[in-house]
């Protein structure tokens, strides 16, 4: 039961370019998209989130973007910094849980 | 800033032992989290606590886990008699409020390991 997809296990972009990550969801329930960053040997850090209702959230370098109708978020990072590189999870909030796709490993090449 | 501590950072336990990881939330937190990632795969809700009780669990926090907050500052997670499928990254997380735009804070996990 996989509701919350992301597809692309790695991303390489060049340090400076921008960086996208995209996520899909099938739970018409979340109320809200919160982006997580995770380095080795450390717990997810909370990056951005969006609610169900907007369409765009900005923080700085990192903006998610959410379409509703095809249910699909993505961020953007701009530009790609080298300590930009983590695994990314997006996860779809309802009630007392997240619900976290599997990730995509971030790479920005200096 | 104010971190979720959890400790060990890694336990090693034989199948059928009872283990207990314990995480230290933010303190000014009031709902706290376990969720675990077994290698190669996706982190999963295992369960959530409020006031003392639990507020919503997952299909694999079953009767062989139990969650408490044994004091002011800890919040444990116990399995009783271990599994080789336990084997996983927990983590322990917090957050200010139950609302799901109220960020969790996760501690920097314990790496189980069952053999």
């Known amino acids: 039961d996989q509701q919350v997809k992301q597809n692309s296990p790695s991303l390489s972009v060049q340090e400076g370019r921008i960086s996208i990550l995209n996520c899909d969801y099938t739970?018409?329930?979340?109320?809200?998209f919160l982006w997580y960053k995770k380095y080795p040997a450390e717990g997810p850090t909370f990056l951005i989130s969006?609610?169900?209702?907007?369409d765009k959230n900005e923080d700085g370098r990192f903006t998610v973007f959410l379409n509703k109708s095809a249910k699909h978020l993505s961020l953007h990072i701009v530009p790609s910094q080298p300590g930009d590189s983590a695994v990314y999870f997006c996860?779809?909030?309802?009630?007392?849980?997240?619900?976290f796709g599997k990730g995509t490993k971030l790479s920005v090449i200096p | 800033e104010p971190e979720v501590t959890q400790t060990p950072s890694h336990q090693v336990t034989q199948m059928g032992q009872e283990v207990i990881l314990r995480c230290v939330p933010i303190?000014?937190?009031?709902?706290f989290y376990w969720y675990r990632q077994i290698l190669g795969q996706k982190v999963e809700f295992l369960v959530s606590?409020?006031?003392?009780?639990?507020?919503?669990k997952s299909e694999i926090f079953d009767d062989q886990f139990s969650v408490e907050r044994p004091d002011g500052s800890n919040f444990t997670l116990k399995i009783r008699s271990t599994k080789l499928e336990d084997s996983a990254m927990y983590f322990c997380?917090?957050?200010?409020?139950?609302?799901?735009?109220?960020?969790?804070?996760f501690g920097n996990g314990t790496r189980l390991t069952v053999t």
């Open positions: 997380a917090s957050s200010e409020s139950g609302q799901p735009n109220s960020p969790l804070h």
């Open positions: 739970n018409s329930m979340f109320d809200y």
């Open positions: 969006i609610s169900s209702i907007k």
């Open positions: 996860s779809g909030a309802g009630s007392y849980q997240l619900t």
């Open positions: 303190s000014n937190h009031l709902y």
């Open positions: 606590f409020y006031n003392n009780e639990i507020s919503e």
